[in-house]
């Protein structure tokens, strides 16, 4: 069977991460991103993690792994260096829960695959664990193509299609205009200064 990728809201959700090392570091600041309430379970956790700790960004609670650290937690990370511990979390994981464990992927329902964001977009690479090198290797090359150019420029088509939205023009009319904004042309501020204040005028017609 195929996994099925999906863009899943968190925020607000409870999170538990078991493991205090360098993976479950870049769990940690990955997910602090969405907005989740975040709980660290490890005796011990690196530097990075400590700080975000003093800063109150998380929950650090310094002990070995019991199957109540999970019972109410939305999203669980097994991520500890020892796979007895990470067997364990999965087994202790609700039946509604995401479960990913890191050193096997399969034990989980849930794959953290390679990715990046330029503002409102957001790009993944998988590769189910085949190669993880492979998917890294892939994403480097789709973020050196999709650069920070495209924090504006996917703002500037938000907004164009709001306006659009609330314009009296034609549906057809509509798609051809957000068809002919996908040209490079309208990677220049100036372009969507001028398109932007246009189509603001179409909108108050």
Same mark, same amino acid.
Request: glycine content about 4%; overall charge neutral.
């Given at each position: ?6 863009? @899943? ?6 999170? +538990? &991460?078991?493991?205090?090392?360098? &993976? ?5 600041? =990955?997910?602090? $991103? ?10 011990? +956790? ?14 650090? %609670?310094?002990?070995?792994?019991? *199957? ?14 020892? #796979?007895?511990? !990470?067997?364990?979390? /999965? *087994? ?7 479960? !990913?464990? @890191?050193? !096997? #992927? ?6 953290? #695959? ?10 993944? @690479?998988? =590769? ?22 495209? +924090? ?6 938000? *907004? /164009? ?14 798609? %051809? &205009? ?11 501020? *100036?372009? %969507?200064? %001028? ?5 603001? +005028? $179409?909108? $108050?017609?």
């Amino acid at each position: 069977m195929s996994p099925l990728p999906l863009t @899943v809201d968190l925020f607000g959700k409870r999170a +538990v &991460i078991v493991g205090g090392g360098r &993976i479950a570091e870049r769990r940690t600041k =990955t997910l602090l $991103e969405t907005g989740v309430t975040l709980t660290i379970i490890s005796p011990n +956790v690196t530097d990075g993690i400590w700080e975000l700790y003093e800063q109150a960004l998380i929950d650090w %609670q310094p002990k070995l792994f019991e *199957e109540k650290d999970v019972s109410a937690a939305f999203i669980i990370i097994a991520a500890t260096n020892d #796979p007895k511990v !990470n067997c364990a979390v /999965c *087994e202790a994981a609700g039946s509604q829960a995401l479960v !990913n464990v @890191v050193d !096997n #992927p399969k034990l989980g329902n849930v794959h953290v #695959p390679s990715h990046f964001k330029r503002g409102k977009l957001s790009i993944s @690479v998988s =590769t189910s664990g085949a190669s993880p090198l492979l998917a890294k290797s892939i994403k480097n090359d789709l973020a050196a193509k999709y650069d920070e150019r495209y +924090v504006a420029y996917l703002d500037f088509l938000y *907004e /164009c299609r709001q306006l659009l939205q609330s314009s009296s023009l034609s549906q057809d009319k509509q798609h %051809q &205009i957000l068809s002919t904004l996908l040209s490079e042309v309208y990677m220049k501020p *100036e372009k %969507q200064t %001028q398109t932007l204040n246009w189509l603001r +005028v $179409e909108a $108050e017609k």
